[in-house]
């Protein structure tokens, strides 16, 4: 997820006590005070307030959040809108954050549910509801919820997403509307409204994450099956489970082994003005010296073409590409 600048702001107000982060909001309009009460409110119910997904903001805050267990966001939340914008204000605001919530995302819900009981519910649904749904929740708790379905319906939910752009928002809001229905009455509530439309390569790289995530086995299965029904839909998704941008998730070991065959001279190819994050996980994951080469190396370089600098990232892609394949490549928790 991509964080806005009020979601950054809001967010950073969790770093800090309530009667700090209400002093800072001294003075500020109203109007401003509500929208970053909404953001947090929204981050919070997401899942996104204490998850990697925020790792952006600074290491620092992420550390500070992951030292506070006891966190009350309710308190957090109640005092901070009071002490900023008054008694009254603060429930009107209280009041309305709900229903904007449910405005904004109708699968807040659903992504907050069991696994177990997600899997249960939709079972027995139609591929395309379970495809959506599916679509909508993260890549990790998304393989976990596709691994406790049925086979049949494994299949069947996993070839529908490979065509989810083209479910309207609307039918997205009455797929999330049953589901959340389902949800209430195996005691779990909400909401629904409409969601925005996905392009067609970002989902086959959302059904390639929730793939690679899988079992070994049951992941080749379902390969298998998606190529069977579109061999090249199969071929992208087989190829979009591991990519460049992917290695900064790799797991320490599993990509230390990939690396170790890797030309020092391709490496540097491939990590001539890459982004940071990148080289510097690479880099950590290959020996100082050979690290120190890499450098030397790129320092010597006078412009290399940019279609041998990708051609050197995709040979390195496709290494971890096949060391994936054997089930030997691990990846940091999302």
């Known amino acids: 997820m991509t964080l806005t600048g009020k979601q ?8 800090l006590d309530a009667t700090t982060a209400a002093e800072l909001l001294k003075g500020v309009d109203p109007r ?9 409110s929204y981050l919070n119910a997401s899942g996104y307030r204490n998850t990697t997904q925020i790792a952006d903001v600074t290491q620092q805050f992420c550390r500070s959040l992951q030292k506070k267990p006891d966190f009350q966001f309710k308190n957090f939340l109640t005092e901070m809108l009071r002490s900023a914008v008054g008694e009254e204000p603060a429930k ?3 009041h309305e954050i709900q229903d904007l919530l449910q405005k904004r995302d109708p699968f807040l819900a659903i992504r907050a549910a069991d696994s177990q009981i ?5 079972q027995a649904e139609h591929p395309q509801a379970v495809a959506v749904v599916l679509s909508e929740l993260p890549a990790r708790k998304g393989s976990e919820v596709l691994g406790l379905l049925g086979e049949a319906t494994r299949v069947a939910a996993i070839g529908r997403m490979t065509s989810i752009g083209s479910v309207t928002p609307e039918a997205k809001a009455r797929i999330a509307q049953m589901a959340c229905e389902r949800l209430k009455s195996a005691s779990k509530p909400e909401q629904a409204a409409t969601t925005p439309q996905v392009r067609p390569e970002d989902a086959l790289r959302k059904i390639a994450v929730i793939v690679r995530n899988l079992e070994k086995e049951i992941r080749e299965g379902v ?4 190529q069977h029904k579109d061999k090249e839909a199969g071929a992208k998704i087989s190829n979009l489970m591991v990519i460049w941008e992917d290695i900064p998730s790799i797991g320490d070991r599993s990509l230390q082994e990939a690396l170790r065959g890797i030309d020092v001279q391709q490496l ?8 940071e994050e990148v080289a510097r996980r690479m880099k950590a994951c290959i020996s100082e010296r ?6 030397e190396e790129i320092s010597l370089m006078s412009a290399p073409k940019k279609e041998d600098i990708l051609q050197a990232r995709e040979k390195i892609v ?3 590409r096949e060391w994936n394949d054997k089930g030997e490549l691990t990846f940091r928790e999302e």
């Open 268 to 275: 540097a190819l491939a990590l001539y003005e890459a982004p």
């Open 290 to 295: 050979a690290a120190a080469m890499v450098d």
């Open 8 to 15: 950054k702001a809001a967010l950073l107000l969790t770093s």
């Open 32 to 40: 401003i005070v509500r929208e970053l009460a909404v953001e947090l």
């Open 223 to 226: 390969l298998e099956a998606i």
């Open 318 to 320: 496709a290494t971890l």
């Open 92 to 94: 009107r605001i209280q």
């Open 118 to 122: 997600l899997a249960t519910i939709l």
